[in-house]
């Protein structure tokens, strides 16, 4: 059964920082771009980070530029270093995979989901 699990979530005050994990299981993810996407309450799923398989060219939206760090350690293993947390970027927070080499961003482009890990910054 492919799997997609993260961890790390909590709550914290501005400032503070989170680090987010993504255990992947069920398969080699070394052929997939992984992502990170948050989805606040009544909005919609937003791309955060990403990091493509073929070269590990890290892309981010632009609102976390500087603050926030994605990385892989291996095949099945992704992470969200974020530093410098704002209240605004209180959300659920999802890893994904897709089966491609570009820097890809919508939210459709991905095929793998995990459940997702509340991260709520508080003022």
């Known amino acids: 059964q492919v799997q997609l699990v993260e961890s790390g979530g909590g709550s914290v005050q501005a400032g503070a920082s989170l680090r987010l994990s993504c255990a992947a299981s069920?398969?080699?993810?070394?052929?997939?771009?992984m992502g990170w996407f948050r989805q606040a309450p009544g909005k919609e799923r937003e791309f955060v980070a990403g990091i493509t398989y073929s070269d590990g060219y890290k892309y981010y939206t632009e609102s976390v530029k500087g603050r926030f760090t994605i990385s892989r350690d291996n095949a099945n293993a992704v992470y969200l270093q974020m530093n410098s947390l704002k209240p605004e970027d209180t959300a659920v927070y999802f890893c994904?995979?897709?089966?491609?080499?570009?820097?890809?961003?919508?939210?459709?482009?991905?095929?793998?989901w995990g459940q997702g890990t509340q991260v709520t910054v508080s003022s």
């Open positions: 069920g398969r080699t993810f070394s052929r997939y771009t």
């Open positions: 994904a995979a897709g089966k491609f080499a570009r820097a890809y961003t919508a939210a459709s482009d991905f095929g793998l």
